[in-house]
Nanobody, 119 residues
């Protein structure tokens, strides 16, 4: 069983920045960030392979940067120019092969870290 622990969430004003972290108990080829606003469906935000190939949902391109430290089995999400619509519970997820932006493709999830953005 792979365990994931997210951290770095908080409350910021619009235009501010946060850096989320996710530490995994072992190596996985694909690491991803999802988010779920209250009362809405979970959405894929960004994914990164062990080799550094990335994907971003259009709404965060140019503002968010996903990265990973394979030696530490740690995933990061640098979030800049935050908007109120970015507010959500952010979840880390991993899978063994082939990245996906679909929640149903992931077996292992962290507990989530809350991001609040005020206008």
């Amino acid at each position: 069983q792979v365990q994931l622990v997210e951290s770095g969430g908080g409350s910021v004003q619009a235009g501010g920045s946060l850096r989320l972290s996710c530490t995994a108990s072992g190596y996985m080829h694909c690491m991803a960030w999802f988010r779920q606003p209250l009362g809405k469906e979970r959405e894929g935000v960004a994914t990164i392979t062990g080799g550094g190939s990335t994907y971003y949902v259009d709404s965060v391109k140019g503002r968010f940067t996903i990265s990973r430290d394979n030696a530490k089995n740690t995933l990061y999400l640098q979030m800049n120019s935050l908007k109120p619509e970015d507010a959500a519970m952010y979840y880390c997820a991993v899978k063994g092969v082939y990245c996906s932006n679909l929640p149903v493709m992931y077996k292992y999830w962290g507990q989530g870290t809350q991001v609040t953005v005020s206008s």
